[in-house]
């Protein structure tokens, strides 16, 4: 096993397991948009990282999209990737569904772009007009 698969399983493991300490400020800390520009290599490498962290998360019962989502960016973030945490909700067939991916350059990473469009992000949402679908 490669070290940085091992460094990946380490941060997934972490993440799943102090998830629900986590307050606001540092969930807003990978919600808000870094500075930094994205070059050229690093869309493949940040598809490699969500890979690797989709293959580890699998063993990690309990790891679901939300911990992967963020062992990603704060993996890809300390590649200096200005990678950002999306959170959104949609209502199919009458029930409520959230998901949690990640971002690089305002665009998915390791997402269908397609299947995202019905999910409206939280952070985008207006607190005085009610979500509707």
């Excluded at 950002?84 to 409520?96: F, I």
Aim: hydrophobic letters at 50%; aromatic letters at 6%.
């Amino acid at each position: 096993m490669s070290r940085q698969l091992l460094r990946t399983g380490w941060v997934v493991l972490h993440t799943r397991l102090t998830l629900q300490r986590w307050r606001g400020p540092q969930l807003r800390a990978l919600m808000d948009a870094p500075a930094g520009v994205v070059a050229a290599a690093m869309p493949a490498r940040a598809h490699a990282v969500l890979r690797d962290v989709q293959r580890i998360g699998a063993w990690i019962p309990g790891t679901r999209c939300f911990a992967r989502a963020v062992a990603s960016v704060r993996l890809l973030r300390a590649e200096a990737m200005p990678a950002r945490l999306r959170l959104g909700v949609r209502r199919a067939h009458g029930v409520v569904q959230a998901h949690a991916w990640v971002e690089l350059d305002a665009h998915p990473v390791g997402e269908d772009a397609a299947a995202l469009r019905d999910f409206a992000p939280l952070q985008d949402a207006h607190p005085a007009q009610p979500w509707q679908r």
